[in-house]
């Protein structure tokens, strides 16, 4: 007899558990994947750049005041065409943690900055800065007048510093400092550099106050430009002063005319015999009342060490220097030369 062929056996089918774990695994892969790619995507798009259009390589400035909190620096950010979403933006801050982060100032934004490098730069406080320079040998006032007239510092100045008071360079403030501030941070300096120098100061200088040794180096400033003769230039003085020599320096005498504006003109011999209102040093002896001037560091240094000279005369050598001389008749020879070199200027 033909065997009976048996029907094959139907797969048993899973259970109703098994099959609901099978759907919440697969789920949690595809939302695993989404949410990757979802954090991938917003990354990128933090990263994309978010500000106004303009020339390749220019910085945006963007001014945030005190006191603005998240909210405000956000909506500032998107008004100025910086961030394309004032929301984003806080929603990036706020999920780091980042609101009491940020600071006021100005900041200038680089042209292909992402909304996380505006961010790092307002968190970091990379606020711009502005030079105010004061150059060597000008009056307080003149250094007050430019203070006065710089366009990013506010408020008024009280009083035009003692002559002599401020170390003249270049300073870097942000918008908004007060003027009376820039102008104690000069004070400030010059009395860090003064306590810094004095103690180590040259032990048989003919004056014994900081007052005397400002008031020498303020003229050794207006006597040269060059700075490499500026010890030079206080070894004259200084050997004088020892000598009970008058300095005979010539603006001092247009510091008592002027207070330091440019006489636009030669001395005259009246001015040269007279007192000048106790600044001529051809007519006093010693020191003048006050400096004449605000010194920088390289004049203050040089009157506080000398260098071991005989000079006791200088005068100009046509070269911008000075022609240094020991006795008075190799300055008369100098002196001559120079004459020399004026005609021969005067005639061209």
Known sequence: MAKTQSAPETPKRRSGPARVFAWLALL?????VLAAGGAFAGYTWLQARF???GPAGQNETVMIE???GLIRIADVLEREGLVSDGRIFRAMVTLDGGQGDLRAGEYAIPENASMADIYDILREGETIHYPVTAAEGLTSAMIAAIVEAHPVLEG????????????????LVTRGTQREAVLQRMRDAQNRLIDEFWPGRSPDLPY???EEALILASIVEKETGVAAERPMVASVFVNRLRRGMRLQS???IIYGLTRGEPLGRGIRRSELDGLANGYNTYQIDGLPPTPIANPGEASIRAVLNPPDTDYLYFVADGTGGHAFATSLAE????VAAWRRIERQR???
Request: aromatic share 4%; net charge negative; no cysteine.
């Open 250 to 252: 010539d603006p001092t």
């Open 51 to 53: 500000h106004a259009e």
């Open 66 to 68: 005190p006191g603005s």
């Open 208 to 210: 014994d106050s900081v």
């Open 331 to 334: 300055h008369n020879r100098n």
């Open 346 to 348: 005067g005639g061209q």
């Open 156 to 171: 008024e100045i009280d009083a035009v510093p003692a002559e002599g008071s401020l170390l003249p360079e270049t300073y």
């Open 28 to 32: 949690l892969v595809i939302f695993a």
